[in-house]
């Protein structure tokens, strides 16, 4: 299966008007490879027939096998664990003393398959304790792949996959599935709010700013301008004195952002 110039243009400007994602030249092979499955099973001959399949299909199947498809879920407990390390001794300590209504708003934008927003629930549970019933802690965990929220929602991982965790934790927060899987315990899957979300809509539709946001790993599919733009609506949808955590791989230049930088990964918006 091959694609042509006409139409890798076509589909990655799809993709980019519509998701933001920024396929690359580079990124062709990858494409023809994820999608040639897909190709196949529809019988399609030319990636144009795949294409107008795609564009026409009312249900939204196609356009949600075409995310599964060119996104690279890849995430795991404790990532770019010294944010985790920030979270507890600096970002949880400020909010319990400035969060007067003890409502504690958290974003995790492109949970992914939920061990970042898990992750967030368990410290928290931790770190406030018997205090716990007295404040809201969901979290928003959003991602544009149903694919990954089912798999957040279900919220058994593999021995291997927790292995990296707290053993107080372990004990604490999971239970056994099977000989080689444990599940998250409901009082912290009730913790998060698992919705499908597309980072590139006009307008973000929360009520209330958020005190902290962590969006990592997520604009290294996303050009300039569009990270940019989003950006400043993370910005205005960010508390005064709140925080954003980008991936590490990821950087923001300053002029084009009104967070200010506080480590490696971490800006603030005072």
């Given at each position: 299966?091959?694609?042509?110039?006409?139409?890798?243009?076509?589909?990655?400007?799809?993709?980019?008007?519509?998701?933001?994602?920024?396929?690359?030249?580079?990124?062709?092979?990858?494409?023809?490879?994820?999608?040639?499955?897909?190709?196949?099973?529809?019988?399609?001959?030319?990636?144009?027939?795949?294409?107008?399949?795609?564009?026409?299909?009312?249900?939204?199947?196609?356009?949600?096998?075409?995310?599964?498809?060119?996104?690279?879920?890849?995430?795991?407990?404790?990532?770019?664990?010294?944010?985790?390390?920030?979270?507890?001794?600096?970002?949880?300590?400020?909010?319990?003393?400035?969060?007067?209504?003890?409502?504690?708003?958290?974003?995790?934008?492109?949970?992914?398959?939920?061990?970042?927003?898990?992750?967030?629930?368990?410290?928290?549970?931790?770190?406030?304790?018997?205090?716990?019933?007295?404040?809201?802690?969901?979290?928003?965990?959003?991602?544009?792949?149903?694919?990954?929220?089912?798999?957040?929602?279900?919220?058994?991982?593999?021995?291997?996959?927790?292995?990296?965790?707290?053993?107080?934790?372990?004990?604490?927060?999971?239970?056994?599935?099977?000989?080689?899987?444990?599940?998250?315990?409901?009082?912290?899957?009730?913790?998060?709010?698992?919705?499908?979300?597309?980072?590139?809509?006009?307008?973000?539709?929360?009520?209330?700013?958020?005190?902290?946001?962590?969006?990592?790993?997520?604009?290294?599919?996303?050009?300039?301008?569009?990270?940019?733009?989003l950006l400043n609506k993370f910005y205005d949808m960010t508390e005064r004195g709140g925080y954003l955590f980008?991936?590490?791989?990821?950087?923001?230049?300053?002029?084009?952002?009104?967070?200010?930088?506080?480590?490696?990964?971490?800006?603030?918006?005072?």
């Open positions: 299966m091959i694609i042509t110039d006409k139409e890798f243009k076509q589909l990655a400007q799809y993709v980019k008007v519509n998701f933001g994602i920024h396929l690359k030249e580079e990124k062709r092979s990858l494409v023809i490879g994820r999608l040639h499955q897909v190709l196949s099973s529809k019988k399609f001959k030319s990636f144009s027939e795949y294409y107008e399949y795609m564009v026409s299909d009312k249900t939204g199947e196609a356009l949600v096998t075409l995310i599964d498809k060119i996104t690279t879920n890849h995430t795991f407990f404790m990532r770019e664990a010294e944010h985790f390390y920030f979270l507890k001794d600096k970002v949880l300590p400020y909010l319990y003393d400035h969060v007067k209504d003890r409502d504690l708003r958290i974003w995790s934008a492109g949970c992914s398959s939920g061990e970042e927003p898990y992750t967030l629930a368990m410290m928290i549970d931790e770190f406030l304790g018997k205090e716990k019933y007295m404040w809201d802690t969901k979290i928003l965990a959003t991602d544009i792949s149903s694919k990954v929220l089912s798999s957040a929602k279900r919220g058994i991982y593999s021995n291997e996959r927790i292995a990296t965790l707290p053993a107080k934790w372990k004990l604490d927060y999971f239970k056994r599935f099977d000989h080689e899987n444990a599940v998250i315990l409901d009082k912290i899957k009730n913790q998060l709010i698992l919705r499908k979300f597309n980072l590139m809509d006009k307008t973000f539709p929360f009520k209330k700013k958020f005190h902290v946001i962590f969006c990592r790993n997520v604009m290294i599919y996303f050009d300039h301008p569009t990270k940019t733009e980008i991936g590490h791989s990821e950087s923001i230049t300053r002029g084009t952002t009104r967070y200010k930088y506080i480590m490696p990964a971490v800006y603030r918006k005072e």
